[in-house]
């Protein structure tokens, strides 16, 4: 139980295009999810909590206009980022927390590798 | 500020051997929770074990076992009996009972070798 899947796993596009990325609980219902960045060899750096139904709450230094998320139900949030630079690469991982999970637990999907040319 | 620091960046132990890495924290907060995940090549991103701040029980999950010290704020993870399939890094992170975000460290990469 407990899955989490990204789409798409890997996408290259070009400089200025927009691209998005998917991120859904596949068995449960996910009121919050979470959007980290993560460059090569380093730790997660989280860009933003999504609660389903309201507007993300960025992190400091995370530009929103640029990183749109979007949680339209409880099993689905999106990551657009939009005019894509060569600065956008990086490995995307989004994360899903259970509805009153007292465990505060995150449950991770297989990430996005996102390579802009 | 609420932080997590992982003072080994790199570990590397033979295969079979055991391996402790270690973690403190900061927080003014009473009520958390502790985590250690594994990330390892495939980059997905796997709990290894988990602490709730009140219970004073140490973890254990099969060969992986934390100490925790509360006063001390520090949270090292053991592996015992290390496998090949271990080589990952590996993030401890926190989260305050009430909130969403989970903090992580740095992260330690483990390297077990034959």
């Known amino acids: 139980g407990a899955v989490v899947s990204q789409h798409p796993s890997w996408v290259i596009c070009k400089s200025g295009t927009s691209v998005k990325i998917e991120c859904r609980s596949l068995d449960f219902q996910a009121t919050t999810m979470f959007w980290y960045r993560q460059f090569p060899k380093q730790s997660l750096m989280l860009m933003a909590t999504s609660n389903e139904g309201s507007k993300a709450t960025y992190e400091q230094g995370v530009e929103k206009d640029k990183f749109l998320i979007n949680h339209a139900s409880l099993t689905l949030s999106t990551l657009t980022v939009t005019s894509a630079h060569p600065e956008d690469s990086s490995f995307y991982i989004c994360s899903a927390r259970v509805y009153r999970d007292r465990g505060n637990e995150q449950y991770f999907g297989p990430g996005t590798r996102l390579t802009v040319t | ?114």
């Open chain 2, 1 to 114: 500020a609420q932080t997590v620091t992982q003072s080994q960046p790199e570990m590397s132990v033979q295969e079979a051997e055991t391996v402790t890495l270690s973690c403190t924290y900061d927080t003014s907060e009473s009520n958390y929770y502790l985590f250690w995940y594994k990330q390892p090549p495939s980059r997905q991103m796997i709990l290894v074990i988990r602490q709730e701040a009140y219970k004073q029980q140490n973890a254990t999950e099969n060969r992986f076992s934390v100490n925790f010290q509360k006063a001390a704020k520090s949270f090292s993870l053991k592996i015992s009996d290390s496998q090949l399939g271990d080589t990952a890094m590996y993030f401890c992170a926190f989260t305050p009972g009430g909130a969403q975000k989970l903090v992580f460290g740095q992260g330690t990469r483990l390297t077990i070798n034959p």
